[in-house]
């Protein structure tokens, strides 16, 4: 079976500039989470989406969205890129977002702003 | 408000020696604590998982970590290293109640070197 697929998985973009990121869950699983991890620093939760309803949103300014499709599929969207924004980030599914669940993560989009 | 402390940022062990990798949490309710694994420029993997069954926690690749409350600790341990075990770990917690129900806080990590 796939894991939790991500695209793409580099890319690098010009400050200012608009980037979508892109997530597929594993088949059967309802719940998406996003996190952002800046080099050096443990990942930092961006935002849970469970049954195409957003669940919880982190500490992140309102540039940073998301939405989750009749898939399950998500996107995370960020306008106005600044160089702080320059990370791996993260995509999470399972099955349902309750703390005993396991979260399986993708292997991440490295984004570059320059 | 939960969260985990991760002690020491790079920990360096030869071959055969016993890994401990340190964490301590702070939560008001009773916490879910997990331990990840990355490889470079890779996902996260998940080692073990403590979700108040047992105190002391089997997971994969040979790692182990005990719950301790009355240290509010998590450590993992392994009691051989290998070359393969060359990696960066994430202690975390994840929310039980309120606006963090089901949201992974993750500590700062901690850098393995396994020397040959």
């Known amino acids: 079976d796939a894991g939790v697929t991500q695209s793409p998985t580099h890319l690098i973009k010009t400050r200012g500039q608009h980037v979508t990121l892109r997530c597929s869950p594993i088949s059967g699983h309802k719940s998406v989470s996003w996190y952002q991890q800046v080099l050096g620093q443990g990942p930092q939760f961006i935002f849970q989406y469970y049954e195409k309803e957003e669940r919880g949103r982190g500490n992140f300014p309102d540039r940073f969205s998301a939405r989750q499709f009749p898939n399950y599929s998500s996107e995370l969207n960020v306008n106005a890129l600044l160089l702080g924004d320059s990370a791996l980030y993260l995509c999470?599914?399972?099955?349902?977002?309750?703390?005993?669940?396991?979260?399986?993560f993708g292997q991440g989009t490295r984004l570059t702003v320059v | 408000a939960q969260s985990v402390t991760q002690l020491g940022s790079h920990v360096s062990v030869s071959e055969g020696a016993l890994v401990l990798l340190r964490c301590n949490y702070s939560?008001?309710?009773?916490?879910?604590l997990f331990w990840y694994v990355q490889y470079p420029n890779q996902g996260l993997q998940l080692l073990l998982k403590?979700?108040?069954?047992?105190?002391l926690v089997k997971g994969i690749n040979g790692f182990e970590a005990e719950f301790k409350k009355s240290e509010t600790s998590f450590h993992l341990t392994k009691p051989s290293a290998h070359m393969s075990d060359a990696a960066e770990y994430f202690c975390a917690v994840i929310g039980a109640g309120g606006t963090s129900y089901g949201k992974l806080t993750f500590g700062q990590g901690t850098i393995l070197t396994v020397h040959p």
């Open positions: 403590y979700t108040s069954a047992a105190t």
């Open positions: 999470a599914s399972s099955l349902v977002p309750t703390p005993n669940t396991e979260a399986f």
């Open positions: 939560s008001s309710v009773p916490p879910y």
